[in-house]
């Protein structure tokens, strides 16, 4: 796929594009330049394009094709969902429900949402990464108009009981979003049967381009149910019926219902596959490695993510040393990005900050190979013990986070 030297276990972060899908984009961008809106034949193209994309797209979630919105990316889709429920339900109620281990892209409207006079209440999670069901129903109130829980974390994998937060979401009259960027084209969702009211995608997670994202509005498009509790967040034109003004970006949009049908059609195999490729790795590491451990839940997990700790080292040196030998991972140590602070999530699931600058988020997909792995399997070993020889923190010797001379781990 990429550079065949250069081994890419950051899926989760991006996923390169499916030549196939390049090839849609190019074509389009070549030959349906006009504006879907415009009533000439270019145009009319156009919005045959478009609407042929959204129907694509629709049918895989088993939505209907009127209640599905184009975004400009996955983070526009949550802050619609989350503030256009929130502004236009303000006289119905002012509480949401979310996780304490959502994405910034979810968890940052909501905390916006509070300096407004919103009441936002951040459910635990056990040490798996999963919400309580109990908390959840205990949380809703009179005022409750907003759950937003997602539906597979980014960091660690755990994928949230999604149909169950939706039977309660309903029994109490409360709308259900969910952040489903992660979980799209990985595991099998039918936004009826899960009990969904809105849910939101990204193109770029499952090989499609970047810049292109779609939220899922239930009845929206009939004009009646949930669809009637949002407003937009931009005025402009009547694109995307109102929800969403701008010019829609056509070749992008059919690029991105290219990369869905491309997981429609190997979801199936690519689950089994990576499944297998995801526990040989979690099998390797920590039986090999000594004070490694598995961060998520062991089975209730994405198929392509694996998220490590190891004691004694930090998440970035690792990163740059696999780097070094040509191979793409991430971490929970925010040392490596802007901010200082260790991961919500992996706080959330109980590590001290410490323990979460020493984790290691391997994820993979499509164009990932077993030889890749095992290459990966194969430079891991020797960097973490080498890491650890210079290590102020390895054992014996008195460090900073690890009280007990046991070293014992709480999971
Ligand atoms: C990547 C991601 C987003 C943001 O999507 P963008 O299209 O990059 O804005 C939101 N939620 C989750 C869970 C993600 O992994």
Redesign the pocket.
């Known amino acids: 796929m990429t550079d065949s030297k250069y081994v890419y276990l950051d899926y989760?972060a991006t996923t390169p594009m499916d030549p196939r899908v390049i090839e849609v984009i190019q074509k389009h961008f070549k030959q349906t330049y006009g504006n879907a809106s415009s009533l000439h034949t270019v145009g009319k193209r156009a919005h045959q394009i478009l609407e042929e994309s959204r129907e694509t797209i629709a049918s895989f979630i088993n939505a209907d094709k009127d209640d599905i919105f184009f975004t400009s990316?996955?983070?526009?889709a949550?802050n619609l969902a989350i503030k256009g429920v929130a502004f236009k339900c303000k006289d119905r109620g002012n509480h949401i429900i979310t996780s304490s281990i959502e994405?910034h892209?979810?968890e940052n409207p909501c905390k916006e949402l509070e300096k407004f006079g919103y009441k936002v209440t951040f459910l635990h999670v056990d040490k798996y990464g999963l919400i309580d069901l109990n908390e959840l129903e205990n949380a809703i109130t009179d005022k409750t108009i907003l759950i937003t829980i997602?539906f597979a974390n980014?960091e660690i994998g755990t994928i949230e009981p999604i149909k169950e937060i939706g039977a309660i979401a309903r029994k109490h009259d409360v709308i259900f979003h969910t952040?489903a960027?992660?979980a799209i084209g990985k595991v099998p969702i039918d936004v009826k049967e899960m009990n969904i009211d809105m849910l939101?995608s990204?193109a770029?997670?499952l090989y499609g381009p970047k810049g292109i994202?779609m939220l899922y509005i239930r009845n929206k498009g009939k004009r009646e149910g949930w669809g009637k509790y949002i407003e937009p967040l931009m005025h402009g034109g009547e694109h995307e019926r109102k929800m969403r003004p701008s010019t829609e970006a056509v070749p992008l949009i059919a690029g991105y219902a290219k990369a869905i049908e491309l997981c429609k059609e190997d979801m199936t195999k690519e689950m089994e596959r990576q499944i297998k490729l995801r526990d040989k790795i979690i099998k390797a590491v920590t039986e090999n490695i000594e004070d490694s451990y598995l961060h998520g839940h062991p089975t209730q997990r994405l198929p392509n993510n694996v998220n490590l700790g190891f004691k004694y080292i930090e998440g970035e040196s690792i990163l740059l040393s696999l780097d070094m030998e040509g191979i793409a991972a991430s971490t929970g140590s925010a040392c490596s990005s802007v901010s200082l602070e260790a991961s919500h999530v992996l706080l959330a699931i109980g590590l001290r900050p410490e323990e979460a600058h020493g984790s290691l988020r391997i994820s993979f997909g499509r164009f990932t190979t077993e030889e890749e792995v095992d290459y990966f399997l194969e430079k891991l070993p020797p960097i973490i013990e080498r890491l650890r020889k210079m290590s102020p923190l390895k054992k014996g010797v008195k460090y900073m986070f690890d009280e007990s001379s046991e070293s014992g781990h709480h999971h």
């Open positions: 989760n990316s996955g983070t526009e949550d994405h892209a979810v997602m980014n952040d960027v992660q939101s990204s770029h997670k994202g």
